[in-house]
Nanobody, 129 residues
Framework: QVHLAESGGGSVQAGGSLRLSCAASAYTYSRYCMGWFRQAPGNEREGVAAMHTGGGGFTYYADSVKGRFTLSQDNAKNTLYLEMNSLKPEDTAMYYC?????????????????????WGQGTQVTVSS
C-alpha cells in the first residue's frame, strides 16, 4: 500500500508560481511511475506530468503545461515536486498525485488516470486573472 500526501496548493494571480509536493510512504519508492493529474469542475481528470521514481527515462508533460511546469523528485525524502510557473486561470483545478507500481512510465499510458492504483487526497490550485 502506498500513501500519497499532497501539499502546496493555494491561490495566486495569473503569472504567479506555486510548488506542489507529494510525499509518498512506500518502502519501494524507486519502483513507481508517479505523476500529477488535475481536475476542474465538470472536466475529466487529466494528466499533467509524470516520471519514474527510479530515475532515467523520460519526464512527460501535457502540452498545456510544457515550458511552464517542471517535475522533479527527492528520492531521499520520497517526495515528488511540481514547480508551476507562469500560471494561468485555466490551470485552476484540484491537483492529485498518483502512483503506479511499474518498471517505467509508458508514453502511451502515463496520462491515463485508470492506470494508476494510488492517489492522494488532492490540493486545490486557484489562479485568478
Amino acid at each position: 500500500q502506498v500513501h500519497l500526501a499532497e501539499s502546496g496548493g493555494g491561490s495566486v494571480q495569473a503569472g504567479g508560481s506555486l510548488r506542489l509536493s507529494c510525499a509518498a510512504s512506500a518502502y519501494t519508492y524507486s519502483r513507481y511511475c508517479m505523476g500529477w493529474f488535475r481536475q476542474a469542475p465538470g472536466n475529466e481528470r487529466e494528466g499533467v506530468a509524470a516520471m519514474h521514481t527510479g530515475g532515467g527515462g523520460f519526464t512527460y508533460y501535457a502540452d498545456s503545461v510544457k515550458g511552464r511546469f517542471t517535475l522533479s523528485q527527492d528520492n531521499a525524502k520520497n517526495t515528488l515536486y511540481l514547480e508551476m510557473n507562469s500560471l494561468k486561470p485555466e490551470d485552476t483545478a484540484m491537483y492529485y498525485c498518483a502512483a503506479e507500481k511499474a518498471a517505467y512510465c509508458s508514453d502511451r499510458r502515463w496520462k491515463s488516470a485508470a492506470d494508476y492504483n494510488y492517489w492522494g487526497q488532492g490540493t486545490q490550485v486557484t489562479v485568478s486573472s
